[in-house]
């Protein structure tokens, strides 16, 4: 008897390119984004919907400021310290955005050297940029008890429009929770890489494959997209 014969194998046809490439993975019957693992496609989405969020509390912000009769309170006056006897507007602000934007910085060092795998370089700039969320939140804790001192509420602040109070302490706040997080998950994902969690396959959560480090870039995208929202906050909130 002869042998059954084989069925050709089915060539696998590459992926267009574009719009094209994205209609075919959805159309398909097998996982969408078949390069992209889960827990980066899950990140973009909820990152995606964030700003849905950040941007209502934004468009929130403008259309309150522009409809209200009475005069909006002088970010340069209300945000101003005195130092030395000099009268700084923004000079708090400044360095909280300057020390939100170094943290980036030192956050895709640290992504570079996890896909290098560097485990003791990637888990120092991790925790260089938790120190870094973790003075802008020290700073943040600073202004909010200087302007409750001075006498700002949700309800109302000595300088004019009430709806001033409401809109910086919900933006400002908001932000602040998702800079407090991501300083958390910075610390719990350094520890992990200083301990080789992702050389030896540790279970756990957040531990993936032995060898990725694609969860630094995960917490990465988190922490960039912060640092992009308060580029927002702080030009039309303290800038306008």
């Not at 700003?51 to 209300?78: I, K, Q």
Request: a positive charge; glycine letters at 8%; aromatic letters at 18%.
């Amino acid at each position: 008897m002869s042998a059954p014969m084989k069925k050709p194998a089915t060539e696998t046809l590459p992926r267009p390119a574009g719009l094209a490439g994205l209609a075919s993975d959805w159309a398909s019957d097998q996982r969408t984004f078949k390069d992209v693992s889960w827990g980066k496609a899950m990140m973009w989405i909820f990152l995606l919907s964030d700003t849905f969020v950040f941007g209502c509390f934004l468009l929130a912000y403008m259309s309150a400021r522009m409809s209200t009769s009475v005069p909006w309170p002088n970010p340069s006056e209300v945000f101003a310290l005195e130092i030395g006897g000099t009268h700084m507007p923004l000079i708090l602000i400044a360095i909280m955005t300057f020390v939100l934007i170094s943290s980036s910085g030192t956050m895709a060092m640290a992504v570079n050297y996890g896909y290098r795998r560097d485990r003791r370089k990637t888990a120092a700039l991790m925790l260089l940029t938790a120190l870094f969320g973790a003075a802008f939140v020290g700073m943040q804790a600073f202004e909010w008890s200087k302007l409750i001192a001075e006498g700002v509420r949700p309800w109302g602040n000595p300088w004019g429009a009430a709806q001033f109070g409401s809109t910086f302490f919900m933006i400002t706040g908001f932000h602040g929770t998702h800079v407090t997080f991501g300083v958390i998950f910075l610390l719990i994902v350094a520890r992990k890489v200083w301990r080789g969690d992702f050389e030896t396959e540790r279970r756990g959560f957040f531990t993936s494959r032995k060898g990725r480090y694609e969860i630094v870039e995960i917490t990465g995208l988190y922490w960039h997209f912060v640092d992009l929202v308060w580029v927002f906050i702080f030009a039309f909130f303290y800038l306008w």
